[in-house]
Each structure stands twice: as C-alpha cells, then as structure tokens.
C-alpha cells in the first residue's frame, strides 16, 4: 500500500505569486563626502506594494553602519506586532538631554511594545546621522519581549570627533534580526532631534547651531517605493559596501542585496591605491570639462565641472593612499 500525500492547494496558491524586493543604489562607485542614494521597490505579482515596509542594513567592509526601516507608502497604518513608542534623547541615567558633544557619549533612551500574544526575539537599533546627513553611530541590543508588554532600553553611541555641528537625527528601529541574517521590521522607525555641540561651544554658538536644517531627498513617490539618501563621512574606509533590504507582507517574505564602492578621491582607476597610475590618467585628462574629447568625470574629485589644481591637490593628499 503506498500513501499518498495530498499538498494542500493553498500551498500552491500561494506559491504562484512573486513577491519581489529590489534595491539599487544611484551609482556603482562613489568618492568619500558624496551622497549615496538607495531606492527601489516592493511588489506582489508587478502590482506595487504599498503600506508595507522594507528593512534596509548598510554595511561597509568591517561592520553595519546603517540599520532602518523605510516605508513604501507616506505613514503606512497596520496592526504592528512591536513598535518603538518613543525614541528620547537622554544622559546615562535616562534623564532628558538635548545636547551632546562631539568626542563625547550620547544616549537614548527606546520605549518598545509587544502588540502579539507571543514573546519574540528582537533587534532595536539606533542610527544617528548629523547635520551633514552622514550616518555617524550605529548602536543595537538583541533580546526577547514578553507578550503584551513594553520595555525599555537606554543604548549609547560615540559622537565622533569628526562630526558636523548643528542639528543631528537620530532614527528607532525594531527588527525580528539584522536585514542582513534575513530580519524584518516590526514596524515603523521612529525618529528624534537633537543637536551636537563642540567641546568648548559658548552658549551664543548653540544657540546659532540650532538654526542649522537638514537636506533631504523628499523628491520621491512613494507607491510601493521607498528611498533613502546618505552622505558617505569623510572618515568612512574606502572598499565594498552591501546594501540588504528585506520586507513581509501578508506572510509573504522577500530579501535582496547590491554593492556598491567607495573610493578616495584621487583613485581614478578604482584599485583601492593612489599612485602613478592615477596621476597619469590625470595627466590625460588635464584642464578638461564635459565639453572636451579627453574629459574624465573620475578625475574630477571635487566635482567642480573641470580637471585642475583642486583635483590635483585632493590627489595629492591621498598619495600613497592603499585600502
Ligand atoms: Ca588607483
Ligand atoms: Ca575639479
């Protein structure tokens, strides 16, 4: 006697449709200081998926350095199993703070809830971006949540001697893992202000610093698309970078990845070196504009519309430069 097992035609239903996810960044390769863009969309059979979300991870060749959570459509609305109540600056004790200093601790104190009527595993993460619009800290905590309950945690990021005064954001998220391991988002990010002052700022200057606005990219529509724009920090390594995206949507589950490169400026050739190779296709491409046959974009670091001195100093800074 043989049985035979029936697969149930829901399974197969299901499988017909092609929940896709793509990403894609605005460049291949970019210079340290540039802006990077990541966009892309979210679809069930071709058709756009919207109020959904999309776990977005950024990696460069050593660690995370972007951990968020995009949404495909302005303010999507759903029963979220967790979400990220609040996101607070604070000091170390959790007490409000709205100013921290470069070289110095920031803090900020997360307030999650558990919608579900089961404990789950979870990653809340903390990205801060400065005025720049560079990403400069990533800070994450994994562990469980009792069901139907809230927590609270107080997660702390290194505010880098480098980074670019003025008014900061800091971005919430909570993810069932890292979008690289395959980790979805929970719900939507949530999102904080604060400001980041230098060491020795008088109180005139802060309060001058306040004045400061971001730039964001707020061109896009969002029908099943989400976006995202960075500037790489100047203090970044060059090298590979990995852009993984993931989303869920009613039980359906999809993931993607790209890379793109960064490059200091004066690495014409992309090899990661700054050298004699570079120096000569400079040479080749000397006092050239787009107008001209031996024009080369690539040698134009400071994207200033011409090949010249500016470019050959930035070159020359980099001398010797080797990932
Ligand atoms: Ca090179
Ligand atoms: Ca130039």
Redesign the pocket.
């Known amino acids: 006697m043989f049985i035979i097992i029936l697969i149930s035609p829901i399974t197969i239903a299901r499988a017909q449709f092609s929940f896709t996810l793509t990403v894609t960044t605005s460049k291949q390769y970019y210079y340290l200081g540039e802006i990077v863009e990541i966009y892309g969309n979210l679809t069930l059979d071709d058709a756009p998926v919207q109020n959904a979300l999309v776990g977005l991870e950024v990696t460069d060749s050593k660690k995370s350095i972007i951990i968020r959570t995009l949404p495909t459509s302005p303010e999507p609305q759903q029963n979220w199993l967790i979400e990220v109540l609040s996101v607070i600056p604070c000091d170390e004790n959790g007490n409000p703070k709205n100013s921290f200093s470069r070289g110095g601790l920031s803090f900020f104190n997360i307030t999650i809830r558990n919608n579900d009527i089961e404990v789950r595993s979870v990653l809340i993460t903390i990205n801060i971006y400065d005025s720049s619009n560079a990403p400069i800290g990533l800070s994450t905590i994994s562990g469980y949540i009792s069901d139907n309950s809230t927590a609270t945690v107080i997660l702390s990021i290194a505010i880098p001697k480098t980074a670019t005064l003025g008014t900061a954001q800091a971005y919430a998220n909570v993810h069932s893992a890292a979008p690289k391991f395959g980790g979805k988002p929970y719900g939507p990010e949530k999102s904080g202000q604060f400001q980041i002052i230098s060491s020795y700022v008088s109180k005139t200057t802060a309060n001058l610093q306040n004045l400061k606005t971001l730039t964001i990219n707020t061109n896009y529509t969002l029908n099943g698309n989400y976006t995202t724009t960075f500037k790489l920090p100047p203090t970044i390594s060059a090298g590979t970078f990995k852009v993984y995206v993931s989303s869920m949507y009613l039980g359906y589950t999809a993931l993607n990845y790209t890379t793109f490169y960064v490059k200091v400026p004066g690495?014409?050739?992309?090899?990661f070196?700054?050298?004699g190779?570079?120096l000569a296709l400079l040479g080749a491409a000397w006092w050239a504009s787009p107008i001209d046959p031996n024009w080369n974009p690539d040698c134009d670091f400071d994207q200033s519309g011409r090949v010249d001195g500016g470019d050959l100093a930035l070159l020359g800074s980099y001398w010797g430069y080797k990932f």
């Open positions: 690495d014409v050739n992309g090899d070196k700054v050298d190779i570079d």
